[in-house]
């Protein structure tokens, strides 16, 4: 900005300042999520609109509050967590607030318990294995078990 001063005599010499304005970023851009052994790294792009100074992210999954992550990160990882769905959240923030979040889900899956109750029946030339689902099907494996509380498969020796 520049300024002058003026009267019926004259204008006097300009003076000039710079000033930033500072607005809420929008939103970052390209939210993408890797799982890996039980470990959820979270990355994204930085907005397309800072705002003027990207102060940093607030990175939230499920209802724990939201974790800072400075303005030069763009990865968050998470350990640890249960089987299941779990909601991620990415925001921008700078000293004039916080821009919407973008947001994805991410279910973990993890390896089922053994097979419970697990019989063989061998008669005549052919055998008959009967199990239970394991206790752990609901999160780790859904829809696995489905329908039923026990599996049976027979098979007889082709010749």
């Not at 004259?10 to 304005?21: K, R």
């Not at 993408?32 to 994204?44: D, F, K, N």
């Not at 303005?71 to 249960?82: E, M, P, V, Y």
Request: a negative charge; one cysteine or more.
């Amino acid at each position: 900005m520049t300024v002058t001063a003026y009267n019926r005599v004259g204008d006097s010499a300009s003076a000039s300042a710079a000033a930033t304005v500072i607005v809420k970023p929008t939103p970052p851009l390209g939210l993408r999520t890797a799982l890996v052994s039980g470990s959820l790294t979270v990355a994204w792009d930085p907005p397309a609109d800072l705002g003027g100074e990207l102060t940093g992210y607030l990175v939230g999954i499920d209802d724990a509050p939201a974790v800072q992550v400075p303005a030069t990160s763009t990865t968050r990882t998470f350990d640890g967590l249960a089987p299941g769905a779990h909601r991620v959240t990415v925001s921008a923030y700078n000293s004039a607030g916080t821009s919407s979040a973008v947001a994805t889900t991410v279910v973990v899956v993890t390896t089922p318990g053994a097979p419970t109750h697990v019989h063989a029946t061998a008669s005549h030339g052919s055998a008959t294995l009967t199990w239970s689902p394991p206790a752990e099907t609901a999160a780790s494996c859904p829809g696995t078990w489905s329908g039923s509380t026990a599996a049976t498969q027979s098979w007889s020796p082709t010749r």
